[in-house]
Structures are given as C-alpha cells and as structure tokens.
C-alpha cells in the first residue's frame, strides 16, 4: 500500500462509520461529544479528465502491406557492368548508398556505382605484387571503418602476404574518394598470422553494430590448434583499430589483459584476448545480422558435413571434436560446445558459402532469413535468424559459381561469380537475390500523402495526438514536435518500466525545426514486419517534404542537420528499448497547456491505454533546467533520454552501462569504472570518476566531436553544453557510488 492509500485508509476510519459485512451500520459512539462526527469526503485519487477525448484517425495509418508470390530467384544487379575476374568481396560504406567496391582476388579493388544501368568500373587499388594467389590464399576480405567519410578515410583489408610465405596480413588503407583512390603507401600492417600452407585459412573481415572489427581465420591444417587458445587459428576474432594497432574490447571473453597476439608465438602461453569464438575448421565468410548484431559464420568441414554457426561470445564451436553437430573424436561430450544452426552432408554440397540475415525490403517473405549456399554444389538455402540449433535449412535456389555474398546498406543480399580472367559477358558479377513474396510495407514518397500532417497549413490530422516531453534527446539544437497516432480500435500496453508497446500500424511523428523553419519530418512506423523509419526532407519552400532513401547531412540558413539512413533508425530505436523511446510514461508525466491536464491522465482517460495508468502513480523524468528537483535527477533523467535506448540490459554493445533513471548509481556500471576506450590521454580515467568530472570518460564523450568518440554517435555534430555543464556539476559532488 502506498503513502495516498494509506492516508486515504485513516480518513475512512475516522468517519467514524464502519460497514459491516451484512452491510449493517455500526455507530462508535464519541465520548466527547453527543453526536458523531459527520462522514470525511474523500476525492477520488485520480479523477479522470472530463473533457479528454479520443478523435478518430482515418487518415495516419501506414498503406496496407502488399501481398506478393512467386519464389525467390537472382537477378543480374548491374546487367551492363563489364566483367571483373575473381571477385570475393563487395562493400559499401556505412553512411553512403552512392557506390560498392568490389575486391578482386588478386590484390585488386574496384569502383562502381550503385547503378542499375553502370557501364564501367575504376580500379581504385592494386597491390597483386604482394598478394599471393597460392590455393586458396588471395586478397580475401574488405570493410568501410563505420564513420567512413565523417571522421575516417580507412578501409581494411585481408591478404596473404606473398613477401612473408603467404602470411595472413590485416591492414588498414586510405581511401581519397576526391581522387577515388586508395593509397597502397598507407598501409598499416595491424596484426599478422603465419600461414604455414596455402589451404584452410578463413579470410573474411567485418564490422559490428558495436563498432568492433571482426575477422576469421582458418586452422591451415593445424586442426588441434584450433582448440588452443593461445594463438588465432580456427577463431573468430574481435578488436578496436580506433587506436593504433589496437586494443582489445574490455568485454572480449578472453580478455584479462594480458599481451595481445599481434604476431603468431609458438611459446605462448596465456590466450590471445583478441579471439571472440573458437573451434572453426575454415570459417571462410561470415557475417553481422545488421538489425541484432550478431555474428553467423559458415564453417568449411572436411570429409562429412558443412555448417552454419550462430555466434555467441566465448563459444566453441567443435572442431576437431566435432564436425557439424556430429562427433568425429572418441569420447566426445556434445554439452561442451556450441553445435550449429544447421549443417549438410555430402549429397548436398562440400564447401559452405556463409551468407546474410535478410534484412531488406524488395523479398519481405525472406525478411529474417539467413541466407547461404554451397560453391559446388550451387545449391542455397535459407534458416531463420531464430532458428534453434538443429534446424532443417529450406531450399531457396540453385546458383552455381557462387563464392561469397554482399548484403547492401539497405539491407539487400546479393550473389558474387568467380570466374577467370578470360570472361568477357557483361552482368554475371552480382546478382540480387529477389522476387521471394509475401508481406512488403512501404511509406509514400510525400509527406502529404502519409495523411498524417498538413505541409501548407502545419497541421496534424485528426485523430493524431501530439504531446512534449519532460527531457528531449539533444540534436544538434534542432527545435522538436513530436505526435502519435494509432488505428482505431487499438489499445496502448504499457509496461512496467513504463514503455508504450504500440499497436501494429501505429505511427510516431517528430518534426525538427530550426526555428520556425521545419528540416525534418521524422517517422516511425509499426510495420506488420516490424518497425521501421522513414526521413522526410522539407523543400526550401516548405510546402512539401519529400521522403529520403539515404541518409545525409545538410545545411540550410547556417543550421547543419543530420538524416538518418533507415539502417541507422534501428541503432537507437532498439527492441530493448521498445523501439518507441521518448514515448513512454515518465516523458509524458507532465502538465501540458494544450490539453490543459496532465498528458498521463489525458490519455487513460481519452480511451488509449488498455489499461489505466496515472500520473500520481507513475515516475517522472526532469529537465535540465528544473531546478526544483536535484541535479542527481536532472542529470539521470538526461543520460535515460540521451543514453539508455543503447546502454541498457538486452542491447547489443560494447559496453555494460545501465543509463536508465530507474537504475541506481551503483547498478549503474560507471561509477569508478574502467572505460572500455584507453586512449584518451587519462590512465587514470573512469567512466565516472567520483568528484572528477575531468577525469570521467561518460563526460568526455558527451563533450567531444571527434566522429570516433561522440556520443550519441548517429545524427550528432554539436556538444550539447547545457547538458554536459550540468553532468559535470552532478559528477564534482559525487563522493560515493552508494
């Protein structure tokens, strides 16, 4: 019981008036007095809102989903690119659909444009002289660093290094995409791995949600040292090249800070804190599920069977114990590793091409599908992303000559041909895996169209509900409306933390604006296939804005703002959170004007919560500026609006961080807590160190710039100094984590 019902509860006792569970009326006489006092009227706790109402919304709900059949097939992605021998990579960068390189076997990388109608590509890098061709070793792996054309021009390469007998080599370049140019002189060797013969080697590298480099190496036929921890054969391995050569993630399984195994040691002894699974045979491609983070390899077997690993750190994934989910060892105990998704014999293919989880728009009936094949037998299958281990792979289609894949930005999967150098037909590169079916969800290219906002007259529709919140997510300074609307008939759940979960086909609505000037219509769409974001770009005019299929930055009367990708919405926007963010009821437990009532109490009583909540009974976020509360609750308040979509249990990260009001400091894992970035000129740095906010890695991050440190890392370009003012404040009176 809390405080108001018990107080509520001694009111009732002193009227004096008990009812009697015959519901007869038994009188206590007052000695003090002839007659009894008269009955205490109590209020209701949480009156309802009189005037509170719920419009109808006939016109801001998302198109209705197209249903599409037919099976999947591959077309040609670029039908008139000329062909280019021996392709095994293809990658854009993070932050720019415009174009793909593609990496060629022999120490060669290609410019093209993301182009249906391309006619040419341009050599941008070869460095054959040192790359050795022997077996299966090559020029093997590719990756944009994350903030590619922001604050980075390095790409990463993966080769076998023809001047060290075919050694593994990961380095980083850079890429003038002025001259559209990558600098073979910039090479900087980051970590090497001695290859003794030209087989089982792995070769494919990548960067995670988290911001990670990960990389696969092979067993080179060393089966046994892929059970041994002290060297990289036969691993998957996770690291930080922000500095140089790099640093080991605090959070690697392995990691307790020992050396790092920037070279192959035969007298090593302590694990290499680089390795983040183990116990692959020849984990030739892998890749990171762009919506959850997670890491899938496909793993060459040997005699018998072909598998698809789902990664989980620290795993160990079998070989040469086992092969696929079956033990090939005497005495072999199956509980003592991680056994695969799926694996096939034989009669179904001998060497695994591991593939992409769909995450695109074009085949919805594979959305959530991972995606690989087999090179000679041609034959590709799909399993589902949450598949349990053991599952069954389905049949997908027949495509033959197939060496590894390419998901795009946008979450489309394509096929690679390797063929020789004397291939002259035009098209047979790349081919995009569509036509698939089922359920596709899309948002008109107008804002005006969407039927939820008037562009001439700024104005929302009826049945859209606009609200403010108590403490806003910093944007570059950009000014903020924000409004809600869902189908008739639907009902809000609310969770115990307070998270909305909407209905399918609801829509969220922030409109950014410098001044009186709107930039950005921002939505986010409950989807039947999943949440999913949408940026519109105000014209000049502003009359109209017109939906964007990448993101950008632009400036307008001196005011800079950032656009999302779609891809990057799903960064803050996260399943833990509930996707929805600001939207919950510790933002909304606020009085506002335009209602004239508490927003909490105007929308149980409008009829849109499935159940009542109110705001007598609910928490409450602060702003920055309400000095009737304490900075401790000013500050937590900012870090769970800024911070906690991604530093909260269930995300997929780097860090362990608790940034959410409810949590106490020290539940919190940053009072007196070591950072994961060591080089920011502070070893004695924390992430907040008690009573020095100079010396506290949260602060440093707030107030920084640099694309490679700033937080929060999408859409951001400015400090918020008001904001990082007062947690310095906050951090300087700390004196304990208690």
């Not at 009812?19 to 009955?39: F, G, L, R, V, W």
């Not at 037919?70 to 990658?91: C, E, H, Q, Y």
């Not at 990260?653 to 409810?662: A, E, G, K, V």
Request: with cysteine; charged share 15%.
């Amino acid at each position: 019981m809390n405080i108001k019902q018990t107080y509520s509860s001694l009111l009732l006792i002193g009227s004096l008036t008990l009812i009697a569970c015959n519901d007869t009326k038994i009188e206590i006489s007052n000695h003090d007095s002839e007659q009894p006092d008269p009955p205490v009227e109590v209020p209701p706790q949480n009156p309802a809102i009189e005037h509170a109402v719920r419009l109808n919304n006939d016109s801001c709900v998302p198109p209705a989903a197209v249903v599409t059949t037919g099976s999947p097939t591959k077309t040609k992605a670029f039908p008139n690119l000329p062909a280019i021998p021996n392709v095994l990579a293809m990658v854009q960068p993070q932050n720019d659909n415009s174009y793909w390189l593609l990496l060629n076997r022999s120490g060669k990388v290609f410019h093209i444009e993301n182009n249906y109608n391309v006619t040419q590509f341009n050599q941008v890098l070869d460095i054959g002289s040192k790359v050795s061709t022997n077996g299966e070793m090559g020029m093997t792996g590719i990756a944009f660093h994350p903030n590619f054309g922001q604050a980075e021009n390095r790409v990463f390469i993966l080769y076998n290094d023809i001047n060290n007998q075919g050694r593994s080599t990961l380095s980083s370049f850079n890429f003038d995409t002025t001259n559209w140019q990558i600098n073979a002189n910039s090479e900087k060797v980051i970590l090497t791995l001695d290859q003794p013969i030209p087989f089982h080697n792995g070769g494919d590298i990548a960067f995670g949600n988290d911001g990670m480099l990960y990389a696969s190496f092979g067993d080179s036929e060393m089966d046994f040292h892929s059970q041994n921890l002290h060297n990289l054969y036969g691993s998957l391995i996770r690291i930080d090249v922000d500095t140089y050569p790099y640093t080991i993630p605090n959070d690697n399984p392995f990691n307790t800070g020992q050396a790092i195994c920037q070279h192959f040691e035969d007298t090593r002894t302590s694990d290499c804190p680089e390795v983040f699974a183990y116990g692959f045979r020849n984990p030739w491609r892998f890749s990171i599920d762009s919506q959850t983070g997670i890491p899938w390899v496909g793993d060459v077997g040997d005699s018998r069977y072909e598998e698809i690993d789902r990664i989980i750190s620290g795993g160990n994934y079998g070989w040469p114990i086992m092969e696929g989910a079956h033990c090939i060892q005497a005495n072999c105990d199956q509980s003592a590793y991680q056994l695969p998704i799926s694996d096939y014999g034989r009669d179904s293919g001998v060497s695994v091409v591991g593939g992409y989880v769909y995450r695109g728009t074009e085949s919805p009936s594979l959305f959530g599908q991972y995606i690989f094949g087999d090179i000679y037998s041609g034959n590709f299958w799909q399993v589902a992303a949450d598949a349990l281990v053991g599952t069954d792979e389905s049949s997908l289609i027949s495509s033959h000559g197939i060496a590894a894949m390419a998901q795009g930005n946008n979450g489309e999967v394509y096929q690679l041909q390797f063929f020789s150098d004397d291939e002259t037909e035009t098209g047979i590169n790349v081919y995009k895996i569509s036509g698939g079916g089922g359920v596709n969800a899309t948002m008109p290219d107008k804002l005006s169209d969407t039927g939820c906002f008037d562009p001439i007259n700024k104005s929302s529709a009826q049945g859209v509900f606009e609200y403010s919140i108590n403490n806003s997510l910093w944007s570059d300074g950009a000014l903020k409306q924000r409004a809600f609307a869902i189908p008739n008939n639907t009902k809000i759940d609310v969770q115990l933390d307070g998270d909305f979960l909407f209905p399918e086909n609801s829509i969220l609505i922030k409109h950014f604006l410098d001044g009186d000037t709107f930039l950005e219509t921002r939505l986010l769409v409950n989807h039947s296939t999943g949440w999913q974001g949408y940026s519109y770009e105000w014209n000049s005019e502003q009359t109209e804005a017109n939906l964007l299929s990448s993101g950008k930055t632009t400036k307008r009367d001196g005011f800079t703002h950032t656009f999302p990708s779609q891809n990057q919405c799903g960064s803050c926007h996260t399943n833990a959170a509930n996707f929805s963010l600001g939207v919950e009821v510790s933002q909304l437990n606020k009085q506002d004007p335009n209602i004239n009532a508490n927003q909490v109490d105007y929308l149980t009583s409008a009829g849109y919560f499935s159940q009542p909540i109110w705001s007598s009974e609910s928490d409450k976020l602060f702003a920055l500026d309400d000095s009737s509360v304490s900075l401790e609750d000013r500050a937590k308040s900012y870090l769970h609006s800024n911070c906690s979509g991604c530093h909260r249990p269930g995300t997929t990260n780097r860090s362990t961080m608790d940034l959410r009001m409810s949590t106490p400091l020290n539940n919190m894992n940053v009072c007196e807590s070591d950072p994961i970035l060591t080089n920011l000129g502070d070893d004695s740095a924390k992430l907040i160190k008690l009573g020095d906010a100079d010396s506290s890695v949260l602060l440093m991050r707030m107030k920084s710039n640099d694309q490679n440190l700033t937080m929060p890392p999408i859409a951001r370009l400015k400090e918020d100094t008001a904001a990082t003012q007062l947690i310095s404040e906050w951090i300087n009176t700390l004196q304990t984590c208690d």
